[in-house]
Nanobody
Framework: QVQLVESGGGLVQPGGSLRLSCVAS????????MGWYRQAPGKQRELVADITRGGRINYGDSVKARFTISRDNAKDTVYLQTNSLEPDDTAVYYC?????????WGPGTQVTVSS
């Protein structure tokens, strides 16, 4: 299991942006597939975006063209740039690390979009 710590959440107005970061406590970060999920109150957890160790990227339909996932293997960090935020983006955002079908989850960071 790898320890994950998310940061960068907060309160933002509609149309604003946030950059979320997730730092992994492993020297083998480059071998992990990484992802961001989110869960809003009363809703199921959903995929936001993921990036494989080879750099292949996949986005959830609701965030395409607004969010960008990236990774920096030298810093053991995965990022989620969120733009044009909408109230429906309000949720706890979780980072996940996958290796050989084992998943590790971070505690999450709250993103609230409200005027």
């Amino acid at each position: 299991q790898v320890q994950l710590v998310e940061s960068g959440g907060g309160l933002v107005q509609p149309g604003g942006s946030l950059r979320l970061s997730c730092v992994a406590s492993t020297s083998m970060f480059r071998l992990y597939d990484m992802g961001w999920y989110r869960q809003a109150p009363g809703k199921q957890r959903e995929l936001v975006a993921d990036i494989t160790r080879g750099g292949r990227i996949n986005y959830g339909d609701s965030v395409k063209a607004r969010f960008t996932i990236s990774r920096d293997n030298a810093k053991d960090t995965v990022y989620l740039q969120t733009n044009s935020l909408e109230p429906d983006d309000t949720a706890v955002y979780y980072c996940v690390a996958d290796l050989i079908k084992q998943s590790s989850w971070g505690p999450g960071t709250q993103v609230t979009v409200s005027s």
